[in-house]
């Protein structure tokens, strides 16, 4: 929230004293010939409202004519900075990182509308410099002023999480692990030998592994008696006497391996009677340290390698040509994101992308193709709608009719008011829900707008 004071109108201010209408991130000085009903109703719509909300005030107090309204001065605190729009002999000064920015209202036709981003301080003076140590803070209200100061709140700034302490298993690397039961040995990865555990019971018979070529182990030679297996050492070397031969690491494929399992490292041959594990012990080759892994091929799509898209033909055929590759065209204006919409008795609906012009036979008197506007063209059976009648065009985030000097002229319909002819070639801005009556039935209704 924005801290604001105000310096108390002391009578000396020329035409009467200026009213503040202030809001806890805004605040609307009007000039004196605002009555209290209407501050007060600017006062009540500001908040959240913007410029919008003071402008329909102003317009329902003084009417539609933008050379109607009064001075004023709006300053609004938001998340990036402070904006501020200026209308008459009012002066802002704003206060940003970048040094001071001043927005004057003074020769404008309309108002001067600027955001500074991270600006933190605004004062408003119309009547003079004055003291502000004669300054009082405010909330919100309506009060008589001679000068304002906001100063736009604090804004968070996401903190720097803190790394997470130790635990103390980390800290104490002399504490011996949690004794547990002894897991049971399972497949390794990586080349390593497993350690077999006493007096571990045999495995039963395994056939030979099918499709996989027989691969000649180098045994030791048998002995009469059975000894029980026991801790194998990292490398292979058994003692004589043994009939149990456990090879070293051995890579093969695990397709029953679930999830990360790797593949089986150790293939163990049963005690007694090994029967056709002394002639044979199937396995897969071993790969050599320089061998390449294959690359699995890749999973067949719907794509048969034959089809060209657009871009690679263009491609294809700039470089046959030995021309440079496609240019977007330059001399088309952009598209212009859409400020609301009109809607005609006619039934048919225009976005405001561009200025428009309605008429019996509008034309166009603009040469910039940017600004060429949109002509829609409604008929006239007792001529009351002139060639080109009126204009419609987006001013930033505002929307303006004017009427084009026509001879009937055109009426300006709003909810809650008295109907409004406008003045000729005059910009008049409109609202939500507004009607222009051109004349012959045709009206022209206003959706959507900022």
């Given amino acids: 929230m924005a801290e604001i004071r105000f310096i108390p109108a002391d009578g000396s201010d020329a035409g009467g004293a200026w009213v503040a209408a202030v809001t806890p991130d805004a605040v609307a000085v009007l000039a004196a010939s605002v009555t209290p009903q209407t501050a007060e109703a600017v006062w009540r719509r500001l908040d959240g409202g913007g410029i919008g909300a003071l402008v329909e005030a102003l317009t329902g107090a003084f009417g539609t004519s933008l050379t109607a309204i009064p ?241 690679q033909a263009r491609a294809l055929r700039a470089a046959a040509n030995g021309a440079a590759s496609f240019e977007p065209v330059s001399d088309v204006p952009p598209r212009q994101p859409a400020q609301g919409r009109i809607r005609l008795s006619t039934g048919r609906v225009v976005e405001l992308e561009r200025p428009v012009v309605i008429g019996r036979r509008p034309r166009s008197t603009r040469a910039s193709s940017s600004e060429l506007p949109l002509l829609v063209a409604v008929e006239s059976a007792e001529g009351d709608i002139s060639r080109s009648h009126v204009e419609i065009r987006a001013e930033g985030e505002h929307v303006l009719v004017t009427d084009l000097a026509t001879t009937n002229g055109t009426v300006l319909r709003r909810g809650g008011q008295d109907p409004v002819r406008l003045h000729p070639n005059e910009p008049t801005m409109v609202v939500t829900g507004d009607v222009l009556d051109l004349g012959d039935g045709i009206t022209v209704t206003f959706e959507d707008l900022p």
């Fill in 71 to 311: 001075s004023f001065a709006l300053v609004i605190s938001e998340e990036d900075g402070i904006r501020v729009a200026v209308r008459g002999p009012v002066d802002v000064l704003m206060e940003g990182p970048d040094g001071a920015v001043e927005v004057s209202g003074r020769g404008v036709a309309t108002w001067a509308e600027r955001t500074v981003p991270r600006a933190g301080r605004a004062r408003v003076s119309f009547a003079g410099d004055h003291d502000e140590s004669l300054s009082l803070p405010i909330a919100s209200g309506v009060v008589p002023v001679s000068g304002l100061v906001l100063t736009a709140g604090v804004r968070p700034v996401a903190a720097t999480p803190e790394p997470a302490p130790a635990s103390a298993t980390e800290s104490s690397p002399t504490a011996p692990p949690p004794a547990g039961p002894p897991a049971a040995p399972g497949p390794l990865r990586h080349g390593l030998t497993p350690q077999a555990p006493a007096a571990s019971p045999a495995p039963p018979s395994l056939p030979p592994i099918a499709g996989t070529p027989p691969v000649p182990p180098t045994l030791p030679p048998a002995s009469d008696t059975d000894q029980p297996a026991s801790a194998v050492p990292s490398e292979i070397s058994e003692p004589a006497g043994s009939d149990t031969w456990i090879p070293a690491t051995t890579q093969h494929p695990a397709e029953d391996a679930p999830g990360d399992l790797a593949d089986d490292s150790t293939i163990a041959a049963p005690r007694g009677d090994a029967g056709s594990w002394a002639a044979t012990i199937a396995r897969a080759p071993l790969r050599t340290p320089g061998e390449v892994a294959p690359v699995p091929a890749p999973v067949a799509g719907d794509h048969d390698g034959e089809t060209v898209s657009v871009a």
